[in-house]
């Protein structure tokens, strides 16, 4: 499921650590630097800044898969930087790091768009590469998901389009129909020396324009319905609930 979604054949996943302590950022830099994924053929390569402010100078600078961002640093706190990022970079998946007993903080950037919280102090390397892992495999399947929206949208606006298109001919098809008929009585009846008679010949090669035109666009976007795309299956949504 992970080598579905996650974007394939990329060696390396940029990670952005937001921290204001020095020994923690480097520390779990170390720790990230050791894995290696054998699924994905993947490391990680690590950028850390110390600040909300900072943070944000980065990501203008580099683009990044993943971005870890602790909750409590002096100036702006992770919760309000995480709220301009997602402002900035929608589809950008974060995770915030608290300290114990914050968990109602956690669950609040849970609601705001966090894909996941870890708390300082109990970290392991295993527990640090499930969650960024499990956040990009999320991350990539909801703008999966929301493509696949767009395009059925699309969809759906071209068919109605093109519904309008073919009704409208069928309705001009039927006065269209009537004027050739008119034409063609008074062509018969008309002095074939006459003026009248040469505008009746100009009238009628015109409406034997509009109904060759008319022909041709309801055999042009002469439609079935067609099945929509393939829509994001059971199976995958019940791989997503897993990352929850």
Same mark, same amino acid.
């Given at each position: 499921?992970?080598?579905?979604?996650?974007?394939?054949?990329?060696?390396?996943?940029?990670?952005?650590?937001?921290?204001?302590?020095?020994?923690?950022?480097?520390?779990?830099?170390?720790?990230?630097?050791?894995?290696?994924?054998?699924?994905?053929?993947?490391?990680?390569?690590?950028?850390?800044?110390?600040?909300?402010?900072?943070?944000?100078?980065?990501?203008?600078?580099?683009?990044?898969?993943?971005?870890?961002?602790?909750?409590?640093?002096?100036?702006?706190?992770?919760?309000?930087?995480?709220?301009?990022?997602?402002?900035?970079?929608?589809?950008?998946?974060? *995770? $915030?790091?608290?300290? !114990?007993?914050? =968990?109602? @903080?956690?669950?609040?950037?849970? /609601?705001?768009?966090?894909?996941?919280?870890?708390?300082?102090?109990?970290?392991?390397?295993?527990?640090?590469?499930?969650?960024?892992?499990?956040?990009?495999?999320?991350?990539?399947?909801?703008?999966?998901?929301?493509?696949?929206?767009?395009?059925?949208?699309?969809?759906?606006?071209?068919?109605?389009?093109?519904?309008?298109?073919?009704?409208?001919?069928?309705?001009?098809?039927?006065?269209?129909?009537?004027?050739?008929?008119?034409?063609?009585?008074?062509?018969?009846?008309?002095?074939?020396?006459?003026?009248?008679?040469?505008? *009746? $010949?100009?009238?009628? !090669?015109?409406? =034997?324009? @509009?109904?060759?035109?008319?022909? /041709?666009?309801?055999?042009?976007?002469?439609?079935?319905?067609?099945?929509?795309?393939?829509?994001?299956?059971?199976?995958?949504?019940?791989?997503?609930?897993?990352?929850?």
């Amino acid at each position: 499921m992970v080598d579905e979604f996650v974007v394939r054949h990329k060696e390396c996943y940029n990670i952005l650590m937001v921290d204001d302590d020095d020994n923690f950022r480097n520390a779990h830099k170390r720790l990230l630097h050791l894995v290696h994924f054998q699924r994905l053929n993947a490391v990680f390569e690590v950028s850390d800044v110390n600040s909300a402010d900072a943070a944000m100078q980065k990501l203008k600078e580099a683009s990044f898969d993943c971005i870890l961002l602790d909750y409590a640093m002096p100036g702006r706190d992770g919760l309000s930087c995480m709220n301009d990022i997602n402002l900035l970079y929608p589809d950008m998946p974060i *995770i $915030l790091f608290t300290g !114990a007993g914050n =968990e109602n @903080v956690a669950v609040n950037a849970l /609601k705001e768009g966090a894909m996941d919280y870890l708390i300082k102090g109990s970290i392991s390397i295993e527990m640090l590469e499930m969650a960024i892992v499990n956040a990009i495999t999320k991350a990539t399947m909801l703008k999966h998901i929301e493509e696949q929206k767009k395009q059925i949208l699309d969809a759906e606006r071209d068919r109605v389009m093109v519904q309008t298109l073919a009704s409208a001919c069928h309705h001009l098809g039927q006065p269209v129909s009537v004027i050739r008929t008119c034409l063609v009585i008074l062509k018969r009846q008309a002095d074939v020396d006459s003026d009248i008679y040469k505008t *009746i $010949l100009s009238a009628y !090669a015109a409406i =034997e324009s @509009v109904c060759e035109i008319l022909w /041709k666009m309801n055999h042009v976007y002469n439609f079935t319905t067609e099945p929509y795309l393939k829509a994001f299956s059971s199976t995958d949504e019940n791989e997503m609930l897993k990352l929850e």
